[in-house]
């Protein structure tokens, strides 16, 4: 059975830190881009940050401006976001996806989101 679990989210104050996981079970990591989404009150899903399955391509959002970082822990089949200098625009659900190929544009499984709230 596949399944991607997040964990990790919570309520912040602006500038402050969370680290997101995401625990894969049920199918190969090696062939697939893990990418992290989120999608805001009111607002329309959009990509945060994506690891190719080699981990050589790595894409962030323009939005992010060098706050986040994505890395995958092969041996434990885990994905992290680690989010720093937070904002409160940055509230939403986080929700790891997993996509065949080197970009994370052909989504095959998705998590069930993590909520992440930042308070000013």
């Known amino acids: 059975q596949v399944q991607l679990v997040e964990s990790g989210g919570g309520s912040v104050q602006s500038g402050g830190s969370l680290r997101l996981s995401c625990a894969t079970s049920g199918f190969n990591l090696a062939y697939y881009a893990i990418g992290w989404f989120r999608q805001a009150p009111g607002k329309e899903r959009e990509g945060v940050a994506c690891i190719s399955n080699t981990d050589g391509n790595i894409y962030y959002g323009d939005f992010v401006r060098g706050r986040f970082t994505i890395a995958r822990e092969h041996g434990k089949n885990v994905v992290f976001l680690e989010m720093n200098n937070i904002e409160p625009e940055d509230t939403a659900v986080y929700y790891c996806?997993?996509?065949?190929?080197?970009?994370?544009?052909?989504?095959?499984?998705w998590g069930n989101g993590t909520s992440v709230t930042v308070s000013s």
């Open positions: 996806a997993a996509s065949r190929g080197l970009l994370c544009v052909d989504i095959k499984y």
